[in-house]
Nanobody
Framework: VQLVESGGGLVQPGGSLRLSCASF????????MRWFRQAPGKGRELVAT?????????TYADSVKGRFTISRDNTKNTVYLQMTNLKPEDTALYYC??????????WGQGTQVTVSS
């Protein structure tokens, strides 16, 4: 099983990025998909979750509500994180995770997001 993130980079405050996480080797629709992030010197933070199958239910950390949107495309076995109005405090390594029974089962390697002028 592999989860491969992409789409990170350097962006100015107020800018936007879309992260992608492509999955390989798992039955994608069986898993809730999550985005986490970890900034230097800080603990890992759950950013957003999208429910399995139809992705009808989404949840967000308070710090990103109204700015980030998680979605999934089951035809491409991919989960996305659209990030808008980025702030310097959003700078972190962003990971995706496939979860079942409330627990992450698989992890990606991460993609770096840096928000700086």
């Amino acid at each position: 099983v592999q989860l491969v993130e992409s789409g990170g980079g350097l962006v100015q405050p107020g800018g936007s990025l879309r992260l992608s996480c492509a999955s390989f080797g798992l039955t994608f629709t069986d898993f809730n998909m999550r985005w986490f992030r970890q900034a230097p010197g800080k603990g890992r933070e759950l950013v957003a979750t999208v429910s399995y199958r139809d992705g009808r239910t989404t949840t967000y950390a308070d710090s990103v509500k109204g700015r980030f949107t998680i979605s999934r495309d089951n035809t491409k076995n991919t989960v996305y994180l659209q990030m808008t109005n980025l702030k310097p405090e959003d700078t972190a390594l962003y990971y995706c995770s496939a979860a079942q029974m409330g627990r992450p089962v698989y992890w990606g390697q991460g993609t770096q997001v840096t928000v700086s002028s």
